[in-house]
């Protein structure tokens, strides 16, 4: 193992060399990309030997379909995209998947719509109470079946006594076509990362009624995703790409004008093609809610905090299959702790942390409270799964619908 003190160019000479040295590297126009924007276009890459060439994807089921079929090497993914792909949810053939590391914790949102904002649907007492006497049901968005979205919008939503999969109807739209989707009345709320909200705030076309951070602090939320065959065809590389995004995503926390910077770069044409002040505030923390209050909030986007955000975590990953159970995604208990173990890449990332003395957490799990008061701390997956008033489990007796 090469000392930090050694310098990147170590890696690059060294038995340490990249087996693969051009990377084809998806995102989503969304705010979180930032650590891998960042990472490709402000020489991040290169003293590792690699260059990465970014691609956009249009939406997060294209995205999953290029990274299964090698067209990408690794994505800005949503952390339950790569476990559906690994367990083969969704209608897609099962193919082994890697978390190689966290890209970010907090920041997405969900909103609400003007039509629903003069009804005087802004709390969510009066939403429980108007989507139980009310028909037809709202529809809401989110931006993918297994993803990050529709488990935050899920988990409200049942949180405030609403069945999310019997009370309302869900869609999924892709990211950058969510304020389009709200302006045009075929949506009545939706949950999505920033700076969608934002920008729906912006041009007055609702409110933002609960932050994801809200839901649970500081929770998992996307990651660098790759296939499992990647890693093991390519360790090197797979971890010379990591250490570039790592250093990237603590350039950008390193003060605000990292991230003013970064807001800047982003708003770009080619990655989020939105105004900077747009992205800016909230990516800051500055959050303007479309009802007259303004806040800096403490979990707002985070990209690196010491490396916290960017430990892939065993109970990160296992949390997001507790849901599809929930959900009845999964029909029976999967071995939550095993697929956590194979997907995660605790060993690959806690050398790419020490090569750049950034400090791996030794413990495998972490211990979070939600919203609605319950612990998450991976000791009992099963047991936490079933343990909600609210689901759709179909061997579990389910709360109906209330009429």
């Known amino acids: 193992m090469n000392e930090p003190s050694v310098g990147p160019l170590a890696w690059v000479n060294g038995s340490d060399a990249p087996e693969k040295t051009s990377i084809n590297l998806g995102f989503m126009a969304l705010s979180d990309c930032a650590s891998v924007v960042v990472a490709a276009t402000q020489g991040f890459a290169q003293p590792y030997g690699l260059t990465l060439n970014l691609k956009r994807q249009t939406s997060w089921a294209n995205l999953r ?12 993914s949503l952390y339950g995209l790569v476990y559906a ?17 966290g890209l970010n914790h907090n920041g997405q949102s969900i909103n609400l719509s003007h039509g629903l904002q003069r009804l005087g649907v802004t709390s969510p007492e009066a939403l429980d109470r108007h989507v139980h006497q009310s028909r037809p049901k709202l529809t809401f968005a989110q931006t993918f079946p297994t993803g990050t979205h529709a ?18 109807t869900s869609v999924v739209v892709p990211p950058p076509q969510m304020v389009a989707h709200l302006q045009a009345g075929r949506i009545d709320g939706f949950c999505v990362g920033e700076p969608w909200s934002a920008s729906a705030v912006q041009q007055n076309l609702g409110f933002t009624l609960a932050t994801s951070q809200a839901i649970w602090p500081d929770h998992p939320e996307k990651v660098l995703g790759c296939t499992r065959a990647f890693v093991e065809q390519y360790p090197n590389t797979a971890r010379a790409l990591v250490m570039a995004i790592l250093e990237a995503s603590r350039f950008i926390e ?54 916290e955000v960017n430990m892939p975590y065993l109970s990160d990953g296992m949390w997001f299959m507790t849901q599809f159970r929930r959900w009845g995604l999964l029909r029976d208990d999967p071995d939550y702790l095993g697929v956590a173990r194979q997907v995660q890449q605790l060993s690959l990332y806690r050398d790419a942390a020490g090569a750049l003395g950034i400090t791996a957490d030794s413990h495998e799990m972490r211990s979070s409270q939600l919203i609605d008061g319950k612990i998450w701390d991976g000791a009992d997956p099963a047991a936490y799964a079933r343990s909600f008033t609210l689901h759709a489990m179909t061997d579990t007796p389910a709360l109906r619908a209330r009429p």
């Open 254 to 307: 390193q003060s605000p004008e990292n991230r003013r910077s970064t807001a800047q770069l982003l708003s770009a044409a080619d990655y989020l093609d939105t105004p900077v002040d747009t992205i800016e505030p909230r990516l800051l923390g500055d959050y303007a809610d479309g009802l007259g209050n303004r806040w800096q909030d403490p979990h707002a986007l985070r990209f690196h905090g010491h490396g």
């Open 85 to 101: 792909v690994h367990l083969g949810i969704g209608g897609v053939a099962a193919t082994e998947m890697a978390v190689l590391m």
């Open 151 to 168: 488990m935050w919008l899920y988990y409200w939503l049942a949180s405030q006594g609403i069945h999310p999969l019997q009370d309302v």
């Open 65 to 76: 379909d290029k990274l299964t079929s090698g067209e990408l090497d690794a994505a800005h």
